[in-house]
């Protein structure tokens, strides 16, 4: 196992609902990062927090907001949900931030079915 | 921001043969160049990586070529096998100093004909 996991696995809501995704990340790493990867299409960057702190945000709306806490542990949250966030939400944990990250490891994301 | 575009989105080779991807990227001050191999219904695993200050980086059969005059870099894999069927992505750096938020390339489809 890569040390990143994530839950929950698969999960079903309805649009204009609310969903909270979480990432643990592995062990000794302070950043994590969050993608959204659409069925056929690579993954996008939505947002990197780094020791609680959100560093750097994609070309998301603001109904799309997150969380670290203090054991770098992380939650994505998306509000009013619309049929086009079904995707994989992918997390990323690393150690560090630019040219002094160490390690990149993505868990094994989480599958948003919105109906 | 970065644009990253990888082709062909498709490639189908005979085991044995070798495979070539290549992406190109928009800024000139991009870095670092990660491929990720994603099997189906599983997450990217990251298969080798280049930074800027080298040209070519090889691991066994898999090898990376970067061109920054070009602003291209290319995924070489020797030797194909089966299991080397999966979606290959490249990517880069969304903006300079941000090097682990990165762009990916919209991946191609490798498929290893036994």
């Known amino acids: 196992e890569t040390g990143v996991t994530q839950s929950p696995t698969h999960l079903i809501k309805t649009r204009g609902q609310q969903v909270t995704l979480r990432c643990s990340s592995q062990s000794g790493h302070n950043t994590v990062s969050w993608y959204q990867q659409a069925l056929g299409q690579g993954p996008q960057f939505i947002f990197q927090y780094y020791r609680e702190e959100e560093n750097g945000r994609g070309n998301f709306p603001p109904r799309f907001s997150g969380l670290q806490f203090p054991n770098y542990s992380s939650e994505l949250n998306v509000n009013a949900l619309e049929l086009d966030d079904s995707a994989l939400y992918l997390c990323?944990?690393?150690?560090?931030?630019?040219?002094?990250?160490?390690?990149?490891?993505f868990g094994s994301g989480t599958r948003l079915t919105v109906v | 921001g970065e644009n990253v575009e990888q082709h062909p989105s498709t490639l189908s080779v005979q085991e044995g043969d070798s495979a070539v991807i290549k992406c190109t990227y928009s800024d000139s001050a991009s870095n670092y160049f990660p491929w990720y191999k994603q099997e189906l219904g599983k997450r990217p695993q990251l298969i080798i990586d280049i930074r800027s200050n080298v040209g070519e980086k090889k691991d066994q059969r898999i090898a990376v070529t970067l061109n920054k005059t070009a602003k291209h870099f290319s995924l070489h894999i020797t030797e194909t096998q089966p299991e080397d069927s999966a979606v290959y992505f490249c990517?880069?750096?969304?903006?300079?100093?941000?090097?682990?938020?990165?762009?990916f390339g919209s991946g191609t489809q490798l498929t290893v004909l036994p």
């Open positions: 990517a880069a750096p969304r903006s300079a100093g941000s090097a682990r938020q990165l762009t």
């Open positions: 990323a944990s690393s150690v560090g931030l630019g040219a002094q990250t160490y390690g990149y490891t």
